[in-house]
């Protein structure tokens, strides 16, 4: 039987590498590692890569043994699912890890400008029914903004043509600047070497986390997008409908009658 949830967020109030920061946390206060996550966490000037919708935990950790000389931080609000990543982090010592336990909609309340050179967002739930709810949304944009580089890179890696769909359309929209993008990254990883495009799309395909292999072995096709994100410029959404996915993919429905949404 597994650990339950109590004991695991037990656990967590014990890990160094773990910030329990749920919306109510801030209502008074200002995070403290705002700005100073380099010089009082990570102890270095390594760049810091976040992963939002972290889950299990199982990219970020993954990503930090891969890249030692660069500081990743998984992020999301379910505390028992990160819990199996945080625990890894913890007794591996590693010291490029981070996990924040937080509402993603309040990202930008614990970084500040230029604290940020990343993006993961890996399997997000593609939020069919609500545009503004999605990771990769204006919405959200505007949010990463506030903290990420100028130009800073965002990465998203989907099972949902939905989501991949969206954001391709959104991208092309706001005329954002697209460094990869395949609707089947592994076969396309499997023949890009001596390309330009083989170190990002190797870098996409190194980690395959446990739903992912799961969807894989279903046979769906893992999209991959790699874009860029300037500061300026009013951000705007796609005005065209995209055909909802049909297929019911882990604890995930279409939860609608339609076809289509925008």
């Not at 209502?27 to 810091?48: K, S, T, V």
């Not at 937080?102 to 230029?114: G, L, M, Q, S, Y």
């Not at 204006?138 to 990420?148: A, D, G, I, N, T």
């Amino acid at each position: 039987m597994g650990k339950g949830k109590l004991a695991k967020f037990a656990d967590m109030e014990t890990y160094s590498c773990v910030f329990q920061y749920p919306f109510g946390a801030l209502e008074h206060a200002d995070f403290p590692l705002q700005g100073r996550w380099h010089e009082d966490y990570f102890h270095n000037q390594n760049p810091i890569v976040l992963e939002l919708g972290c889950g299990k935990g199982e990219y970020t950790v993954g990503l930090a043994k891969r890249y030692p000389q660069v500081n990743f931080i998984g992020v999301d609000i379910k505390g028992a699912r990160m819990w199996t990543g945080a625990t890894q982090a913890e007794r591996e010592g590693l010291r490029n890890v981070a996990f924040l336990r937080t509402n993603i909609e309040i990202i930008d309340r614990f970084f500040a400008a230029d604290e940020v050179q990343e993006i993961w967002l890996t399997f997000s739930d593609p939020q069919m029914k609500s545009q503004r709810k999605r990771l990769t949304s204006s919405w959200f944009l505007e949010r990463y903004r506030h903290f990420l580089v100028n130009q800073g890179i965002i990465h998203l890696k989907t099972d949902s043509n939905f989501l991949f769909t969206y954001t391709s359309y959104l991208v092309e929209r706001n005329q954002l600047p697209i460094e990869v993008s395949t609707r089947d990254l592994y076969a396309d990883a499997a023949s890009a070497s001596l390309t330009p495009l083989q170190p990002s799309l190797q870098e996409a395909a190194s980690i395959q986390t446990y739903y992912e292999s799961m969807w894989i072995a279903r046979g769906l096709n893992i999209k991959y997008l790699k874009f860029r994100l300037p500061r300026e410029g009013q951000l705007e959404e796609p005005d065209i409908e995209i055909e909802l996915d049909d297929y019911r993919s882990y604890h995930r429905d279409k939860r609608s009658s339609k076809d289509k949404a925008k």
